[in-house]
């Protein structure tokens, strides 16, 4: 299995782009995966660096309904018109970052709705033996502050974004399982409960942001909550891969506790599924 980030908000393999993005592409036996497709098109330069032929891809995987997750969509279809776009259904809804001094629309490009290649999920899809999507994450459990913040506006109104939306994505090779997630929303400690519902298991990989950064600093309880996680997730025989919206001082926090469980991917790394 090949695992290549195309785009992250750091700088990485030379002559990379980075943006505030994310976007992943997966080769298995089966398949020519893309899981989410960065804020712009720069995936896709960075793709060709890679040697990653898109062209090539047969399904694209939406983590969940934000801009610098599906922006570069309208742009793949342009190369590729035939891939399978593969999103829950309430990743249309709108979206928003909202405090009392902004508000700002960070929800996906309408014309993303109208493609023909648009596939909408309700909750749990398998797609064959290598590929299962799940939903439907509702605990709360040191749940992410910085998703205050974050709102879906209702013909009444904006209310607090509950993240339904977020899909997450196991790959299954050899009787290994990979968990990719997009931000993790949700909370990883969370997400990782309803992996165990399905599988009564951890998974051998994780590869997810954590959605612990914070513009505005960091309070006492952030900390505490983000040492709290780095100490349950070092319990566990799982390798995990971060970065995106994590956050230096949060992935910093979080190495004192996991230490070589824990690695950064920086824009155009390659994932060592293998390890």
Not at 120 to 131: A, F, M
Not at 203 to 225: A, N, Q, W
Request: charge should be negative.
């Amino acid at each position: 299995m090949r695992i290549v980030n195309l785009i992250e908000n750091t700088p990485g393999n030379s002559g990379c782009l980075c943006e505030h993005g994310l976007s992943f592409y997966v080769e298995t036996k089966k398949h020519k995966l893309l899981v989410d497709t960065g804020a712009t098109d720069a995936f896709i330069t960075n793709a060709d660096k890679l040697g990653v032929d898109l062209k090539q891809v047969d399904i694209v995987i939406l983590s969940h309904g934000h801009y610098d997750h599906a922006g570069g969509i309208l742009g793949f279809t342009g190369i590729n018109p035939d891939a399978r776009i593969l999103m829950q259904r309430l990743s249309g809804e709108e979206y928003y970052h909202q405090n009392d001094s902004m508000e700002k629309y960070i929800g996906i490009d309408s014309r993303i709705k109208k493609l023909p290649q648009a596939e909408w999920i309700d909750g749990n899809k398998r797609i064959d033996d290598e590929i299962f999507l799940f939903g439907g994450v509702t605990g709360r459990k040191l749940w992410p502050s910085g998703n205050l913040e974050l709102k879906v506006k209702k013909e009444d109104g904006f209310y607090q974004d509950d993240f339904l939306h977020e899909q997450y994505l196991v790959l299954e090779e050899d009787k290994r399982r990979i968990l990719i997630s997009g931000c993790a929303h949700n909370g990883i400690l969370n997400i990782l409960d309803r992996f165990r519902e399905i599988y009564g298991t951890n998974p051998d990989i994780v590869i997810s942001g954590f959605h612990m950064r914070k513009k505005s600093g960091y309070t006492d309880e952030d900390l505490k909550v983000i040492r709290q996680i780095g100490m349950e997730l070092a319990k566990l025989n799982t390798r995990f891969y971060t970065g995106h919206c994590t956050g230096e001082v949060p992935y910093q926090i979080l190495k004192e506790y996991m230490g070589e469980q824990l690695c950064y991917v920086h824009s155009g790394d390659e994932v060592r599924a293998e390890d």
